[in-house]
Nanobody, 114 residues
Framework: QVQLVESGGGLVQPGGSLRLSCAVS????????MAWYRQAPGKQREFIAV???????SYKDSVKGRFTISRDNAQNTVYLQMNSLKPEDTAVYYC????????WGQGTQVTVSS
C-alpha cells in the first residue's frame, strides 16, 4: 500500500518562501509522474504542478514562475519550492501520482498572511 507523507508547511508572510516535501513509500515512485495538489477552504482540490519520471514539469498558470517541482528518485521524495507566496496560495497541500490514485496523505497546511 502506498503512503504519502507531506511536510514543510507553515505560516509565512506574503512574498515569502516555503519548501514542501512528500515522502512516498511503496514501489510506485519511480514508475509514475508525481504531482502536487492543493485545497483551499471551501474549494475543491486542484492540481498545481506535475513532474514526469524523466523530470519534465508542468504548472497551473497561477503558480508558474513562482513554484518549482522536483523529485529525488533515490529518496522517493517529491518537493515543491514555493517563492513569492500570495495570500491566495493559502491551502492544504497534497502530493499524489498524476493522475491521482485513491488514498491521500494528511497534507500540509500553508498559510500566507501578514
Amino acid at each position: 500500500q502506498v503512503q504519502l507523507v507531506e511536510s514543510g508547511g507553515g505560516l509565512v508572510q506574503p512574498g515569502g518562501s516555503l519548501r514542501l516535501s512528500c515522502a512516498v513509500s511503496g514501489s510506485i515512485f519511480s514508475r509514475y509522474a508525481m504531482a502536487w495538489y492543493r485545497q483551499a477552504p471551501g474549494k475543491q482540490r486542484e492540481f498545481i504542478a506535475v513532474i514526469s519520471t524523466g523530470g519534465s514539469t508542468s504548472y497551473k498558470d497561477s503558480v508558474k514562475g513562482r513554484f518549482t517541482i522536483s523529485r529525488d528518485n533515490a529518496q522517493n521524495t517529491v518537493y515543491l519550492q514555493m517563492n513569492s507566496l500570495k495570500p491566495e496560495d493559502t491551502a492544504v497541500y497534497y502530493c499524489n501520482t498524476f493522475p491521482s490514485r485513491p488514498g491521500w496523505g494528511q497534507g500540509t497546511q500553508v498559510t500566507v498572511s501578514s
